[in-house]
């Protein structure tokens, strides 16, 4: 026998919000890291034959422009090129229309995503790790003997010459 209540799907429409909530986060969340990305390969693009100072602080080297670059195109061909053997090797549906999207997925991932992984090692590596420069140790200071100290200073009087006598 059934309910004649229709109370039946409130938990599937919850999960269901959730779920549609946390992809609206996540494309909102790509598509900061893609803008993200332009603008960094816009700056990358303007180091890649000089460093480009932004400030005081932040400088982009030529080597730091061109490999923010180069991952950013490993990355948006090798997203891609999974797909391709997810949909050879094990028979995976891949929808071509999304092309565009995975190869900028690839992007983002390429150049930011693995930005973002070098600097959180950097960040991760003690300071301690890393052999130090050795510096040769100063000369000690020289000490020189301390002069006696002379007699204060004494305006001179009429018999003076009987008090040094």
Same mark, same amino acid.
Do not use: H
């Given at each position: 026998?059934?309910?004649?209540?229709?109370?039946?799907?409130?938990?599937?429409? +919850?999960? =269901?919000? %959730?779920?549609? *909530? #946390? $992809?609206?986060?996540? &494309?909102?969340? /790509? @598509?900061?890291?893609?803008?993200?990305?332009?603008?960094?390969?816009?700056?990358?693009?303007?180091?890649?034959?000089?460093?480009?100072?932004?400030?005081?602080?932040?400088?982009?080297?030529?080597?730091? +422009?061109? =490999?923010? %670059?180069?991952? *950013? #195109? $490993?990355?948006?061909? &090798?997203?891609? /090129? @999974?797909?391709?053997?997810?949909?050879?090797?094990?028979?995976?549906?891949?929808?071509?229309?999304?092309?565009?999207?995975?190869?900028?997925?690839?992007?983002?991932?390429?150049?930011?995503?693995?930005?973002?992984?070098?600097?959180?090692?950097?960040?991760?590596?003690?300071?301690?790790?890393?052999?130090?420069?050795?510096?040769?140790?100063?000369?000690?200071?020289?000490?020189?003997?301390?002069?006696?100290?002379?007699?204060?200073?004494?305006?001179?009087?009429?018999?003076?010459?009987?008090?040094?006598?």
């Amino acid at each position: 026998m059934m309910s004649s209540n229709n109370n039946n799907g409130d938990v599937g429409m +919850a999960v =269901g919000l %959730v779920v549609a *909530g #946390l $992809a609206c986060l996540a &494309l909102m969340a /790509f @598509f900061a890291a893609a803008f993200i990305a332009f603008v960094m390969t816009v700056l990358a693009l303007f180091a890649w034959n000089r460093p480009l100072r932004i400030g005081r602080k932040f400088v982009i080297t030529p080597e730091e +422009a061109r =490999g923010f %670059v180069k991952r *950013g #195109l $490993a990355g948006m061909g &090798l997203v891609p /090129f @999974f797909f391709v053997l997810l949909d050879v090797l094990l028979g995976v549906t891949i929808e071509w229309d999304f092309l565009p999207y995975m190869a900028l997925f690839g992007y983002v991932a390429g150049s930011l995503g693995i930005e973002v992984l070098m600097a959180e090692m950097d960040d991760a590596v003690p300071d301690q790790a890393w052999p130090q420069e050795q510096r040769p140790a100063l000369p000690e200071p020289e000490t020189r003997p301390v002069a006696e100290k002379p007699a204060p200073f004494r305006y001179a009087t009429w018999d003076d010459e009987e008090e040094q006598a």
